[in-house]
């Protein structure tokens, strides 16, 4: 049996939706492994920061979109938060822009 050409699109795009779910769960399985307090405050405060960063997407679609458009606005402000939430540099901005995407779709699913 042959794939289609719309059938490979749909399986790309659904490959894509699934590996970007990934890669904002384990933003938040991240922040449950650091063990220090102190660490962990300064993720959380740097998280806060940048919720305010992302772009006010109504879906998941856009979230997912938006994410997958590296090097922007989003990813300037999660460095600069990470930068104010820890100026030993100890957090990991690819921790944090993950953790906060996933909230976001967190807070997307509760408002639906």
Same mark, same amino acid.
């Given at each position: 049996?042959?794939?289609?050409?719309?059938?490979?699109?749909?399986?790309?795009?659904?490959?894509?939706?699934?590996?970007?779910?990934?890669?904002?769960?384990?933003?938040?399985?991240?922040?449950?492994?650091?063990?220090?307090?102190?660490?962990?405050?300064?993720?959380?405060?740097?998280?806060?920061?940048?919720?305010?960063?992302?772009?006010?997407?109504?879906c998941?679609?856009?979230?997912v979109?938006?994410?997958?458009?590296? %090097?922007?606005?989003?990813?300037?402000?999660?460095?600069?938060?990470?930068?104010?939430?820890?100026?030993? %540099?100890?957090i990991?901005?690819?921790?944090?822009?993950?953790?906060?995407?996933?909230?976001?779709?967190? %807070?997307?699913?509760?408002?639906?």
């Amino acid at each position: 049996m042959h794939t289609s050409y719309q059938q490979a699109i749909e399986l790309a795009r659904r490959r894509r939706l699934a590996l970007t779910l990934r890669m904002w769960r384990s933003g938040e399985e991240a922040l449950g492994r650091v063990g220090r307090p102190e660490l962990r405050s300064g993720y959380e405060r740097a998280i806060a920061l940048s919720l305010g960063s992302l772009p006010s997407d109504s879906c998941m679609a856009s979230l997912v979109r938006h994410y997958c458009e590296r %090097g922007g606005a989003v990813d300037d402000c999660v460095a600069a938060a990470c930068r104010a939430s820890d100026p030993q %540099g100890q957090i990991v901005p690819g921790i944090v822009r993950n953790a906060v995407y996933w909230r976001r779709l967190q %807070g997307l699913v509760q408002a639906a």
